[in-house]
């Protein structure tokens, strides 16, 4: 089973960036689905962005625009680009593996706090 560790999170003001990693501790190469969630308190968690094996991508409607998942299967990881942060996306920020067949995997999370 892949573990996965995010990293990259911290505090921002509005309209800022930052990029968030998820490194695997194995290959990602033929995981079918890497995803991004995000839970804020008080929410549920939603899906922010996922990828495929093949390189497809989905973004949530909420970050649409301004945010950008990618993967480097070459380091086993997988980014998640927030540009022109808002107040609303501070939450905290997970990375999900999910292989075709197995046990899904989920990091401890990264905080993610846009304020100024």
């Known amino acids: 089973q892949v573990q996965v560790v995010e990293s990259g999170g911290g505090l921002v003001q509005p309209g800022g960036s930052l990029r968030l990693s998820c490194a695997a501790s194995?290959?990602?190469?033929?995981?079918?689905?890497m995803a991004w969630y995000r839970q804020a308190p008080g929410k549920q968690r939603e899906l922010v962005a996922l990828i495929t094996r093949n390189g497809s991508t989905k973004t949530g409607d909420s970050v649409k625009g301004r945010f950008t998942i990618s993967r480097d299967n070459a380091k086993n990881t997988v980014y998640l680009q927030m540009n022109s942060l808002k107040p609303e996306d501070t939450a905290v920020y997970y990375c999900?593996?999910?292989?075709?067949?197995?046990?899904?995997?989920w990091g401890q999370g990264t905080q993610v706090t846009v304020s100024s």
């Open positions: 999900k593996a999910m292989p075709g067949s197995g046990t899904s995997s």
């Open positions: 194995g290959s990602i190469r033929d995981i079918d689905v």
